[in-house]
């Protein structure tokens, strides 16, 4: 009996998270805006990206990742943080080059165009987030200020 109370238990809270919307199995994940065109998805279903962000000084950044394009559908980006600051990674599907965003009086670029994003980390951490992709040319930054007019971009491609 005891037993049997127990697996209810788990059902019934497995049941209660389904239904609450859990969209990811990683806690450091972040959901897509609203209307941004891309929804977070469970984080085992997605074609893996890894990103590394990090500082060579106060006023060279980067953000390197591992695969420049993806196939249509569900790709999981997974941000290291090997640098001494706090980063993030917006993931913007625009067709303007990634080097040529316009940077706001906020010395940020417009996040419009988001269709998700792994939210600040600190150093040493990392942050993971899978994103329904539909095709289509993407840029990712980091766009804490400063940061993307310091290097932190990478084009992406989703065929």
């Given at each position: 009996?005891?037993?049997?109370?127990?697996l209810?238990?788990v059902?019934?809270?497995?049941?209660?998270?389904?239904?609450?919307?859990?969209?990811?199995?990683?806690?450091?994940?972040?959901?897509a805006?609203s209307?941004?065109?891309?929804?977070?998805?469970?984080?085992?279903?997605g074609?893996?990206?890894?990103?590394?962000?990090?500082?060579?000084?106060d006023?060279?950044?980067?953000?390197k990742i591992?695969?420049?394009?993806?196939?249509?559908?569900?790709?999981t980006?997974?941000?290291?943080?090997?640098?001494?600051?706090?980063?993030?990674?917006?993931?913007?599907?625009?067709?303007?080059?990634?080097?040529?965003?316009?940077?706001?009086?906020?010395?940020?670029?417009?996040?419009?165009?988001?269709?998700?994003?792994?939210?600040?980390?600190?150093?040493?951490?990392?942050?993971?987030?899978?994103?329904?992709?539909?095709?289509?040319?993407?840029?990712?930054?980091?766009?804490?200020?400063?940061?993307?007019?310091?290097?932190?971009?990478?084009?992406?491609?989703?065929?």
């Amino acid at each position: 009996m005891r037993r049997l109370t127990t697996l209810m238990m788990v059902g019934a809270l497995a049941i209660g998270l389904t239904a609450c919307g859990s969209s990811s199995s990683d806690s450091s994940s972040t959901d897509a805006p609203s209307g941004g065109g891309g929804i977070t998805v469970p984080a085992a279903d997605g074609t893996p990206i890894a990103a590394e962000a990090g500082d060579t000084s106060d006023t060279v950044q980067f953000l390197k990742i591992d695969s420049a394009t993806a196939p249509a559908g569900p790709v999981t980006f997974t941000l290291t943080n090997n640098g001494i600051k706090d980063h993030e990674m917006v993931v913007l599907k625009t067709d303007t080059p990634a080097d040529q965003l316009e940077i706001g009086s906020d010395d940020r670029v417009s996040e419009a165009d988001s269709v998700g994003e792994i939210g600040e980390i600190k150093p040493g951490t990392t942050g993971t987030v899978t994103l329904d992709l539909e095709p289509g040319s993407y840029v990712l930054v980091c766009n804490i200020a400063k940061h993307y007019g310091q290097g932190m971009w990478a084009a992406f491609t989703v065929n």
